[in-house]
């Protein structure tokens, strides 16, 4: 401004002396300029950006949300890994998991007292889960059962350290010692390696609500320092409950007057009832939330073979599980085990138990009813014999060798194998094949569905499919064609044939008035009718030999139940009647099916092809008959005594 106006430029220039050059000029009026309004918004409109603002208000805190979930459950399952050195040694000495993948379950457990001494396996069970067949089955091991005790060696191998109690493996060499005793043993790959602490095994139980569960009989025990009650304190009544995570451990692990065979069958049982917990209380979506309530513990480690665990792996088998239809876990047993300080199985009763673990009969429930009741037996689906059956075998996975390796295997069950026409290479059109196939051709007389079924079979998480036209050339005339796929890992499935349960008279007696005269004096204590069951199995009592009455009153869902205990002429052995209105119950939830008797309907609850629990619903009401933990009596025996039952008058 002031060197404008020393230039003398404009109306304000001076001409040195301190005035204007120019007079000032004539003052002109202000013009206001107004802006003219936005137009007005239609209310659509108004809306329409209203809920723009608000999806992308939403979008940023979802994606901040799904960004914090995804860190969060990511973290959650490293956290599941091993994080001691035992258990990453035991890691590297996993076999990559298959299409059915087996896991080590070990409970250990270092008790107040044992000083520096080495912590003890208490629980050996394997588990294996097969998308295939949709089933979970169980094997457990007694901790006393002798057998020859491997431990690892620095380059690898295995070291024997001659026999012994299967649970000392973890004692002399830890997780990797009991990973590849049962290994030895049972001939199987193991993928999987679960360590679970006690004082896990009750925190996780809790932080899930605690676990229902069947109690067979009374257990209780006052440990006073004497000899005949120097074991753990226990305290818990015969009936259907909820436990605690203490409550939980205390009847798992209970042995001390029945034997590891009954103690096997709690640790089954209690595996069964956390299922059916999870898929009665909880959905897919509770899932990430149980994984955070497992890893606030540092005491359950998760090894995968072949990989590190991760999110994928625990959500595909929680999904696996929940989903799992009706009586589709098996519990198995090894037979013929004799136990006294020690046990002992003859190693065909060790082998009979693992086919019976690789090979779960889904249609084991219903042949086992049929013959039970009596009925003439539906014909099992026909089989082809392999030497009547031409296959060729292709490759669909990219991996060298492995149409050539399967061709192999099945030519050794009996297969004839035939290569493609031409010399062409055995390869499938593409390599992107993830489960293997098997293709018959449905135009062509004969049996080659039912032949690709059988073949499915043996070679694991395989489809059967008609052929298409694009394989059809590659057959060279065969009537199958099986493409590998990348869940095919070099070797075939074992597939066991399963045996023909036989009918069996019912071991019962008629005796209604071991109950009858004890319910008329409780039935004014109960919302609703009683049932006194008439038949009854041949060698049992109602239960009073530890001083306790054998009726029990208690609150189930909300309404008194009665439970009645019944001993058998074996030592251990208890079965029970359950009475309530409770419904819904989860053990209710996993009905195998419903038949009608008399025309009355029964829900039948199987183990394999043991008859576990038979529930009669009337009345708004429901009436089990529960077998023993060991489910000693018979199919038919069970179906006699709940078809005895009759209401007792109000």
């Known amino acids: 401004m002031r060197t404008t106006l ?22 002109s009026p202000v013009t206001l300029y107004r802006q003219p309004p936005p137009p007005r918004r239609s209310f659509a409109a108004q809306v329409g950006r209203f809920f723009l603002w608000l999806g992308v208000t939403a979008a940023v805190v979802v994606c901040g949300l799904v960004g914090g979930f995804y860190l969060w459950i990511h973290e959650s399952a490293a956290a599941l ?18 299409s059915a993948a087996i896991a080590l379950v070990i409970g250990y457990d270092h008790r107040a007292g044992d000083g520096n001494s080495p912590s003890r396996s208490d629980t050996m ?23 020859p005790i491997y431990c690892p060696a620095k380059d690898g191998s295995t070291v024997g350290y001659g026999s012994g109690r299967i649970n000392s493996a973890y004692a002399i060499c830890g997780p990797s010692g009991s990973l590849e005793t049962v290994r030895h043993l049972t001939g199987l790959p193991i993928n999987y390696l679960i360590r679970v602490n006690f004082l896990g095994f009750i925190g996780v139980v809790n932080k899930l609500g605690g676990v229902w569960m069947d109690v067979d009989r009374r257990y209780f025990n006052h440990n006073n320092g004497s000899y005949l009650t120097n074991y753990a304190n226990i305290d818990l009544q015969p009936g259907y409950q909820h436990l605690t995570g203490k409550q939980a451990l205390d009847f798992v692990r209970f042995r001390h007057t029945d034997s590891d065979l009954y103690r096997l ?27 955070n309530t497992i890893t606030q513990h540092q005491y359950v480690e998760v090894a995968r073979g072949g990989r590190e665990l991760n999110l994928s792996d625990i959500y595909r088998y929680a999904t696996f599980a929940y989903g799992l239809p009706h009586g589709h876990v098996f519990q198995v047993k090894i037979p013929d085990v004799s136990c006294l300080n020690e046990c002992e199985a003859a190693s065909s009763s ?15 429930s219903t042949t086992a009813t049929e013959v039970a009741l009596g009925r003439k037996l539906t014909a099992r689906k026909r089989t082809i014999p392999p030497k009547q059956v031409t296959l060729t075998v292709l490759n669909g996975n990219g991996v060298a060798g492995s149409a050539s390796n399967a061709s192999y295997l099945l030519g050794q069950k009996g297969y004839a194998t035939v290569t493609p026409p031409s010399g062409q290479p055995a390869n499938a059109p593409t390599w992107n094949y993830f489960h293997s196939k098997v293709y018959f051709d449905p135009a062509r007389p004969g049996n080659g569905k039912v032949a690709a079924q059988q073949v499915a079979r043996l070679v694991g998480s395989a489809d059967v499919a008609p052929m298409p036209p694009k394989i059809k050339p590659l057959a060279n005339g065969a009537l199958l064609v099986v493409v590998v796929g990348s869940t095919f890992h070099g070797q075939l499935t074992p597939v066991a044939q399963p045996a023909t349960p036989t009918h069996k008279p019912a071991k ?40 306790e009455t054998p009726t029990r009153i208690y609150p189930l869902g909300g309404q008194p139940s009665l439970r009645l205990t019944f001993k058998t002429g074996m030592i251990g052995d208890y079965w029970g009647i359950q009475e309530s209105r409770w419904a819904n119950a989860p053990a209710l939830a996993d009905k195998n099916r419903t038949v009608y008797l008399g025309g009355r309907p029964f829900d039948l609850y199987y183990s394999g092809s043991d008859l576990h629990m038979v529930v009669l619903r009337t009345g708004g009401a429901t009436y089990w008959v529960v077998n023993t933990l060991l489910n000693s009596l018979s199919n038919e025996t069970m179906l006699a005594i709940a078809r005895g039952l009759r209401p007792l008058p109000r």
């Open 6 to 27: 020393k230039r003398g430029i404009g109306r304000g220039a001076v001409n040195g002396n301190g005035h204007g050059m120019l007079p000032p000029g004539a003052l």
């Open 81 to 98: 890994r091993p994080h001691t050195a035992a258990g990453k040694a035991a890691e590297a000495r996993l076999d990559p998991p298959k």
């Open 125 to 147: 069970m394997l588990i294996r889960a097969d998308p295939g067949s949709k089933t979970i089955s169980l094997l457990s091991f007694p901790r006393d059962l002798v057998e």
């Open 265 to 291: 069958a709690r640790q089954q049982e209690f595996v069964s009832a956390v299922r059916q917990q999870v898929a009665h209380s909880f959905g897919p979506t509770s899932i990430p939330g149980i994984i």
């Open 350 to 364: 060790i082998e009979s138990a693992v086919q019976q673990f690789l090979n779960p009969d889904v249609q084991a």
């Open 508 to 547: 019962v007696r008629r005796d209604p008035g071991e109950t009858r005269s004890t319910l008329l004096g409780l039935r004014k204590r109960l919302p609703f009718q009683l049932q006194y069951p008439t038949l009854l199995e041949r060698s049992s009592t109602l239960d009073s030999g530890s001083g």
